[in-house]
């Protein structure tokens, strides 16, 4: 599961949240968004796709129970795909941080920073 949170660099440690607005949570009340106001440029590093454990295995048991072993591999394989990104964040400040984050904040930096 991806962290939502710097990984390395400057704020190593701090959370990201989406809540009202993007940001990185530096201190109880200090955020520092994540938008084109902010970031100079942001890169790729990984992205990670993986299937979810817990979904596979309610879906094969359900797929089981309605269709023996064949529908237990069907409802097996079907499992939801989890995606965790690494970008690496160019602050216009000339700091940069490395985050990990999962899809809807991977989306929302994206959108906020085109």
Do not use: W
Request: glycine residues 10%; hydrophobic residues 40%; charged residues 25%.
């Amino acid at each position: 599961m991806a962290k939502n949170q710097v990984i390395a660099g400057e704020h190593q440690g701090k959370f990201i949240t989406d809540y009202d607005k993007l940001v990185i949570n530096v201190g109880f009340t200090k955020k520092i968004p994540l938008n084109s106001t902010t970031v100079e440029s942001y890169e790729l590093i990984t992205d990670e796709h993986r299937k979810s454990a817990a979904s596979g295995v309610a879906r094969g048991l359900v797929g089981g129970a309605l269709l023996g072993p064949v529908g237990m591999l069907a409802g097996a394989m079907s499992a939801k795909n989890k995606s965790t990104y690494q970008l690496a964040i160019q602050f216009k400040d000339g700091t940069r941080s490395l985050l990990e984050v999962d899809d809807k904040i991977y989306r929302a930096i994206v959108k906020a920073c085109f």
